[in-house]
């Protein structure tokens, strides 16, 4: 990010209608993002200082024709993503959110810390149940950060093919390389199955393998970050790679009640009459608050309110309960 001493002269010349000063101050701001390889933040910084344009709308499109592909689906193997979630987005605990908070400290420090002889965190490992946060997180570390996620898409990394998967896994840090990102690995356990288990085949070890040497000879300055909701399932190799470790777990009563006020922010509404629903609601993920919440508020939208009722309430929470009933009936 840019450094202290380059805002504050923004924000003043701007403040005294310095434009010269301003224009001149932003492009150093500028330059210093790309001496640090954040070439996509660089450029942009320089297309919104040029005309105004959307930065996500060129970013996306200059980067689409050299995305990486697999060669049998020909279907891009990443997808470039802005996010805009940030921690204030986040309902975990104060520990967890301390781990994150130091992640963003240290990469914004890369030179200082590299400098010295040491290097921040740069790969991260999210474990623990479905709807808990991890993609969530994933996306306010890239945020925070002030860079884009590169999400890689298991739908076409996995080709069926002997030897491709392993290529397309090569084809994604090769193609990472040329800039700064949060490199999201979802649904991880795909590629890093233990290579001790019986009931795998070869190719899963050549898989894990590919990762593996990818991952140790990647020296781009990314975070890059694994998420899996069966960690059991990992190669112990991979568990050594990474540099931090977070478990997100189910969401406490607390939490719950802190996520569905969060949520509904924009609405008017008994919020103490969630708290009643807690025993029905005790094998709700976050994400299975967030759908209670959604339900409220489509409700509320399509009825032309901005205050929810008790019925309201007891209606979505009647509707996601036999959702996460059905879902344990099927696992």
Known sequence: MARADLLKKLFSSFKQDDKETFYK????????????NHGILADDLKMILSNG??????STAAFIASMPKDADKNASLVEVIYPEKYFSDLIITQEKLGQLEQVVREFNNWDVLASNGVFPTRRVLFYGPPGCGKTLAAQTLASEIGI?????RFDALI???LGETASNIRKVFDYAKN????????EFDAIGRSRNDASEHGEIKRVVNAFLQQLDNYKGRSLVIAATNFEQSLDYAIWRRFDETIRFDMPTNEEKIALFALNMKRFKGPDHVFEQYMERMHAFSHADVEKVCQFIMKQCILEGRKIYTKKDVDYAVSKQEAIVSLRKTQY
């Not at 101050?25 to 640090?36: L, S, T």
């Not at 884009?148 to 890689?152: I, T, W």
């Open 25 to 36: 101050i932003a492009n150093e701001i500028i330059e210093d993002e790309r001496k640090k």
């Open 53 to 58: 344009n959307s930065p996500v709308k060129r």
């Open 148 to 152: 884009p996620m590169l999400y890689v």
């Open 159 to 161: 080709s069926s093919y």
């Open 179 to 186: 800039d700064s990102w949060v490199i999201f690995f979802d």
